[in-house]
């Protein structure tokens, strides 16, 4: 039988980066509230633990933040899912930065994408009404372009900051959000000159300035000193901090 959650959660699928721990997938999170869901990303791994959480048909929306392969890489799966499997006749909703379906059939040349419909991101942001679900997205600073997306339900909202460096537009979507889920690809360590990710201080900064409840750090390299980087952005934050854990379901 299905779980229909009363209040807003983010079970985070995958939480890994481009490269990930053995026992991790790639990005990808599912939110939902009563009978409303959506995925925000489903990179390489997520979506047979999507599966496992819900019938993909259920899906109001899939968002994808940006076109990096670690974000997007199972929609390959999903579309067979869609097409062939038991979504047949439910084509999944995925909104996604121009250029999505190019990249995917150029993977895929000639077969069918009918299980997929894909909508275009407008520049700059914008919001969507998904069921039950409001669903607010605002470009930031990393591969052009990438959205941050913030999804909102019965006065609770959980906000994602997708990939991206240190930026005002993250702090400003996530304005007094209950979970921040914030990348950190750094950890403990400087954010070298020109890159377009974060560290836990910078994760920890932004959290601060946008008076979040809660932060989750995701997208840290297998290298990262973890506890270290929860001291760091706890440091910077003044608030609960903490790793995400995938298959774990957090309640805004
Ligand atoms: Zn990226």
Do not use: K
């Not at 807003?8 to 409303?36: K, V």
């Not at 869609?82 to 909104?95: C, D, F, R, T």
């Not at 009918?114 to 039950?132: F, M, N, S, W, Y």
Request: hydrophobic share 45%; net charge negative; with cysteine.
């Amino acid at each position: 039988m299905r779980r229909v959650p009363a209040t807003l959660e983010i079970i985070p699928l995958g939480t890994g980066a481009a490269f990930a721990l053995p026992d991790q997938a790639q990005s990808g999170y599912l939110i939902r509230a009563g009978d409303s869901a959506v995925s925000l990303d489903l990179g390489a791994g997520t979506f047979n633990r999507l599966l496992g959480q819900i019938d993909p048909i259920h899906l109001d929306a899939v968002v994808i933040s940006h076109l990096h392969p670690d974000h997007l890489a199972d929609l390959l799966a999903a579309r067979i899912y869609m097409a062939y499997g038991p979504g047949v006749g439910h084509p999944l909703e995925v909104h996604a930065p121009p250029g999505l379906m190019e990249r995917l059939e150029a993977i895929v040349d000639g077969d069918s994408w009918a299980g997929i419909t894909a909508h275009d991101l407008p520049t700059g942001g914008g919001v969507l009404e998904r069921g039950d679900l409001t669903i607010r997205h605002a470009e930031v600073p990393h591969l052009p372009p990438t959205h941050a997306v913030r999804v909102e339900h019965g006065g609770r909202s959980i906000t994602y900051g997708a990939d991206c460096r240190p930026n005002d537009a993250l702090a400003a979507l996530a304005d007094g959000t209950d979970i921040l889920v914030a990348e950190c690809s750094f950890g403990t360590s400087e954010i070298p000159e020109g890159a377009m990710h974060m560290n836990a201080e910078a994760a920890g900064e932004i959290a601060r300035r946008a008076g979040a409840r809660r932060l989750l750090l995701v997208h840290g390299y297998p290298d990262v000193d973890r506890e270290g980087a929860v001291r760091a952005a706890a440091g910077a934050f003044g608030g609960p901090v903490e790793w995400a854990r995938e298959m774990t379901v957090y309640a805004a």
